[in-house]
């Protein structure tokens, strides 16, 4: 009987913790500074379309347009396309899968085909 119960108990346990989730997030901010009080430009929106996520940014240089840089799983991670002296070189990892900036799950593909962030410094410029 005591072996039963140790076993129900580690069993209960072991389904208890599951499976944690991973996800690719767009990174907060690029490298193109607003300024030195404001800092970088910060994620706008991203959208995610097969093993790509595109996380867009306000453009500095063009006020009015965002920078867009895309990241592939094929590429693990790393940058693809858009300007790599304002993109950073590869996404971010969100452990937790929050929401906000995390477009694709290592587990399940894309999150959803677009979000939108607008968060501080990521408005229009």
Known sequence: MVGFVLSA????????KGVSAACE???NCDTE?????QGNACLNYWTCSG????CYYPSVANPGTFNGCSYSESASWALVSG???ICLSEAGLNSKCEPGNDPYNDNTGCTASYGLVNGTNGQLL
């Not at 108990?9 to 208890?16: I, T």
């Open 9 to 16: 108990v580690l069993l209960l346990l072991a389904l208890g």
């Open 25 to 27: 997030a767009c990174p």
């Open 33 to 37: 500074r607003i300024s030195i009080e």
């Open 51 to 54: 093993d790509t996520i595109t």
């Open 83 to 85: 300007p790599s002296d």
